[in-house]
């Protein structure tokens, strides 16, 4: 049976869909106003083994997986204006950007891919429920979310209402309530573009963010739904006010039953940031000629709720471990069915370390479950150990590395050691890494 940490209880459970035959999950997807970073590749690598996990268990037919776009944000506005072009220029280009990310991590397509702008007529029928329910109330031209009516606020991040505004950035503004009522509609500023620009009952404006994800969650997956994914980062405000507005909309609803975190990244041992100058896109790691295979392999290495810390030691590490298992399948036809090890340490709140662990053993004992484990994770690439091998870029050719990979042979054997590693060196300017085995010399391309 699956098990899961839900954040909203603070403790693992057995995974109880709430129909077997539609399993339904949701994550939040990146708001497009600029690329992709790692940060997003940890969160959306770990909710692609989820989802590839249920469909193990439940059948592909059987799961309906929703990852939104935000289109429509103050972040997106502000850097239109600074960049001198249109909203949805900026858009279309980042959503471009991130699909070939995407591709490149060899995520699974969700279901549905639904962008905000294209479900501004649900999200104003769901803010026109709350002030009917009146838990919102319109204040020049904003309405907002009234959080004094919604009793169980705060229950995701399990504080008080006194504890949350101790720890949040509360915006101050005259039309406000309360000083932790969020906005579910704004007006539109004199200076955003018509793209960012809707009619509603109250104003020319557009939607707060939290209405954004609670408005096309319910379109796809309706009132209540199985698992809602995101990053630790979302879990207050943004899901907190989720909750809020769902369950406060739609009266008998729960919204989501389990809540899945994906844990902080760090680079280096510091918080990614660009004023710490280690902020790393995608895109970034790509055109250092890493394959995707790499970057899943390494975020795999640790629990997906723990604080992650990203290096490129970490990637050479995954990368020799990958070469490994890939020279340990060659040739080697696929298992039919999963690993029932692997089964059980992923159904144990996706524990890939161990899952890793596992593939060690299996390398020895069973190459063709090993390989059927591989392509299950997406970290099988057929051309992985001829792109390791890609001389295009060096001015060396395979003929001459093989030439002093024997001379080196035949200096080690006669001990001439300063002759061997004057070699290794030489090899090592030119390119190429070289690695002794039991089998004999390996090389590869430095990355």
Known sequence: MLKLYNSLSKKVEDFKPIDKNNIRMYTCGITVYDKAHLGHAKTYISTDIL?????????????????????????????????????????????????????????????????????IDEMI????????????????GHVLFDTTTFKDYGKLSGRSTD????????????????PMDFVLWKPSLEIDDNSSKFES????????????????????????????????DLKFPHHENEIAQSECAFKDSTFANYWVHIGFLLVNGEKMSKSLNN?????????????GVTIRYAFLKNHYRTPFDFSMK?????EKNLTDLHEAVQN???????????????????????????????????????????????????????????????????????????KRSEAKNTKNYIESDRIRNLLDKKGISIKDTKEGTEWSVKK
């Open 51 to 119: 989802y590839r996990l249920l469909i193990e268990l439940y059948g592909k037919n059987h799961v309906t997986y929703v990852r939104n776009i935000t289109d429509v944000d103050d972040k997106i506005n502000k850097r239109a204006v600074e960049r001198g072009i249109t909203i949805q220029q900026l858009t279309e280009e980042n959503i471009e950007l991130m699909n070939k990310d995407f591709e490149y991590l060899h995520l699974l397509k969700p279901n549905v891919e639904p962008k905000a702008t294209e479900h």
């Open 125 to 140: 029928k769901i803010i026109q429920k709350l002030i009917d329910n009146r838990n919102a109330y319109v204040a020049d």
């Open 163 to 178: 504890e949350l505004i101790a720890g949040a950035r509360v915006e101050i503004a005259p039309y406000k309530k309360n």
């Open 201 to 232: 009952p109250w104003s020319i404006g557009r939607p707060g963010w939290h209405i954004e994800c609670s408005a096309m969650s319910h379109k796809y997956l309706g009132e209540n739904f199985d698992i809602h994914c995101g990053g630790n």
């Open 279 to 291: 902020f790393t896109t995608i895109e970034d790691i790509k055109n250092k000629d890493i394959n």
């Open 314 to 318: 970490l990637i050479e590490e995954s």
């Open 332 to 406: 080697v036809e696929s298992a039919k069915e999963l690993d029932k090890n692997v089964l059980e340490f992923l159904c144990d709140d996706l524990n890939t370390s161990k899952v890793l662990a596992e593939l060690q053993k299996l390398k020895v004992e069973n190459p063709s479950a090993l390989k059927k484990v591989m392509e299950f994770l997406d970290i099988y690439d057929e051309n992985f150990l001829n792109n390791k091998k890609d001389l295009s870029k060096l001015s060396i050719t395979e003929t001459e590395i093989l030439d002093l990979i024997n």
